[in-house]
């Protein structure tokens, strides 16, 4: 391989990977002295000379001449005799500048050292695409998909880098084709081994919170604050926002007029049903609101182990609660408090706790996580109804329920 042939493959990637000469430059020289170390055991006599718009290389190995007999270091001294070959009147002691060719370094060490330029120039399109994207944390991003897998979909973006969306990333409704263009954030970037691995998220409740900056202009000019953001990726979702301008209603700039900007967002979210909320530091005030459209009658706070006992009328429990509890868990996340419900007139109701010897643990943990955790809040219940909102079989709530009566009846 000529040095010709070098340069032109160096000047290939060059155009191909919009790696700047400087850098570039300082890549083949790294790669080349590699190969001299291996060669000659030392690079420190070799000058290294490239011009990659000439296509010129030039690679010159620097000795020190001394007489015939004393070469103790051949790769830093040369021979008087051999000396005056390239130049008959060199003389002792005098430094020789000898140019090596390529050919000279061996056709096995020749293709590695195209190797390694290619395997350097990769690693530092890798590390470069690494720095772009880290920088891309937490930020919007779109990308074509390419692959559709079982556990994830590979996007191509339009400068050709893999961003992969996995399955427990993407909303339960979401539904790609190849081609479709996809938004969500870039959550994570990793180096494994050599390669950036970019992971995109589009159930992150910082995807929610980006794309309020970008549909919604007072939130993007920092005239209204999100103060947090929770989320049952594709089902529901609650946003706190706060304007330090009082003539600013921070819930009706972000909805609209009949819902008008929120409207796009909601699409975007496979029709995730969201919830803009007043933020306050009132805390009764903002569970109330949390717990919205039920309407609260009064809450008991204990701030030491942030729970809320929240007393609702009958009718506004099932509210407060929702559907598959829905309501009352992004309520707790929004605040940070554990919400109990109880019913106006319940003095009388039991604890589902209290039935442990009749009532299989996980049977009662499951009618909590949907906020039914007294007898009474599920005896009010229809039996069609708690078999959609829990995962108990029609038969097990049956047997509960005939349970909870005896108690009463007795």
Known sequence: MENIALIDSFSEFKDEKLIDRVTLMAILEDVLRNALKKKYGDDDNFDIIINPDKGDLEIWRNRIVVADGEVEEPNQEIALSEAQKIEPDFEVGEDVAEEVKLVDLGRRSILALRQNLISKIHEHDNTNIYKQFKDLEGEIYSAEVHHIRHRAIILLDDEGNEIILPKDKQIPSDFFRKGENVRGIIESVELKGNKPAIIMSRTAPAFLEKLFEQEIPEVFDGLITIKNVVRIPGEKAKVAVDSYDDRIDPVGACVGMKGSRIHGIVRELGNENIDVINYTNNLQLFITRALSPARVTSIKLDEENKRAEVLLKPEEVSKAIGRGGHNI??????????????????????????????????????????????????????????????????????????????????
């Not at 319940?346 to 007294?374: Q, R």
């Not at 809040?377 to 078999?387: A, F, K, R, T, Y």
């Not at 108990?392 to 509960?400: G, P, Q």
């Open 329 to 410: 868990r992004l309520a707790g996340k929004l605040t940070g408090y554990e919400i109990d419900v109880f019913r106006e007139g319940a003095e009388e109701d039991v604890e589902l706790s209290e039935f442990t010897d009749e009532i299989e643990g996980w049977i009662i943990e499951e009618f909590s996580k949907v906020g039914l955790d007294t007898a009474k809040s599920i005896l009010e219940q229809d039996v069609e109804d708690l078999v959609k909102r829990t995962d108990l079989e029609e038969e097990t709530i049956l047997d509960v329920i005939r349970i909870l009566k005896e108690e009463f009846e007795d």
